[in-house]
C-alpha cells in the first residue's frame, strides 16, 4: 500500500504534488463575471492609456519628459500584456472549467502561467523604481540629465524587463517552484519556508520591497529638490509644470504600487519565515489586490495632466 502511494507521489508532475487538480469547489459565476470584467476593465484602460502616452510622446520637446514618457510606456505594455496574458487563463478556466492535469500533464501551462505572474508583477516594482531614479537624476542634476540620449532609457527599460525575466526562469533552474494553486484557475511560485522554495520566496518579496523603498527614498528627496526649484524667481513656468506632472505621476504610481503589492509581499516573507500554513483565501485576495495596480495605473496617464495639476494647485493656493 505504501509503495503504491509512493509509485503514485513520484508519478505526479512536479506542480501538482501540493494541489491535485481537480479540486472539490461549487463553480461560483460570480467568480467568472469577477474575472472578465476586471481582465476587460484592465485591458481597456491601458489601450486608452498608451493612445494618450504618443499623443503626449508626439507632443513633447523635453528630453527629460520624453524620457520619463519612455518608461511610462514600457509601464503600460507591460501591465497590457500581463492582464492579457493571466486574465484570459483564468477567464477561460471559470468560463470552461478545464482539468488541468489533463490540459497540461507535464506542467509546461503551469509553469508558463506562474513565470507570468511573477513578471508581469515584478515589472511594475522595478519600473518604478527605474522612474524614481531617472526623476532623481533629472531633477537633482538637470544639466547631466539633459545629456543622455533617449537610448539610455530604452536601454534601462530593457534591462528591467530582463532582471524581472530572469528572476521568473530560476524555478525552472530549480530555485523554487511553481505548483496549481486553489482553486485550479492560477499557477504561483510555493510559498515555503523549506530549501529553495524559501529562497525564491525570500528573492521576490525582498526584491519587490526594496524596490518600494528605493523609489520612496529618491522620490522624496526629488519632491524636496523641486519645492525648492520652484520656489526660485528665474524658473520658466512650463518646464516648471512639466516637472511637477512628472512627479505628480510617480507620486501616485508610487503609492499605487505600495498599497497593492505591500500586503502580499509581506504575506509572502512572514510565511516563509515562520512556516505557517499558507491559507488559500488570504493567498488569493492578495493577487487580487496586487493585479488591481494593472488597472489604475493606467488612469494616472490619462487623469493627470499638467491642466489639471495646475488646476488643483491653483484652488490650493
Known sequence: MNTSNQ?????????????NPPFNYVPNIASAYYSSIFSVLGVTSNLIAFVVLIKSFRRTHSSSRSSFLIF??????????????TGSI????????????????????????????VFYGLCPLLLGAAMALERFIGITHPF????????????????????????????????GS??????????????????????????????????????????????????????GKDNMQHPRDQEVEMMAQLI??????????CPILIYILVNSWTAEAIKDESLLLYIRLATCNQIFDPWIYIMFHVSQIRSLLQKLC
Not at 486553489?182 to 510559498?191: E, L, Q, T, V
Not at 518600494?212 to 529618491?218: D, G, Y
Open 90 to 117: 483564468v477567464v477561460s478556466f471559470h468560463v470552461t472549467h478545464f482539468n488541468w492535469r489533463t490540459l497540461d500533464p507535464h506542467c509546461n501551462f503551469c509553469n508558463f502561467m506562474g513565470m507570468s505572474m
Open 144 to 175: 547631466a540629465h539633459t545629456t543622455l540620449p533617449k537610448s539610455r532609457t530604452v536601454f534601462m527599460l530593457l534591462l528591467v524587463w530582463f532582471i524581472a525575466g530572469c528572476i521568473a526562469l530560476l524555478p525552472l533552474t530549480g530555485v
Open 178 to 231: 511553481y505548483h496549481m494553486q486553489i482553486p485550479g484557475s492560477w499557477c504561483f511560485f510555493n510559498i515555503n519556508s523549506e530549501g529553495s522554495d524559501l529562497t525564491f520566496s525570500v528573492l521576490f518579496s525582498m526584491v519587490g520591497l526594496v524596490c518600494i523603498v528605493v523609489s520612496f527614498i529618491l522620490n522624496t528627496v526629488s519632491v524636496v529638490t523641486l519645492i525648492k526649484v520652484c520656489c
Open 72 to 85: 511610462l510606456g514600457g509601464l503600460v505594455v507591460t501591465d497590457f500584456m500581463g492582464l492579457a496574458v
Open 252 to 261: 501616485l504610481i508610487m503609492a499605487i504600487n505600495s498599497i497593492c503589492w
Open 7 to 19: 509509485q503514485n507521489s513520484n508519478n505526479t508532475p512536479l506542480c501538482y504534488t501540493i494541489n
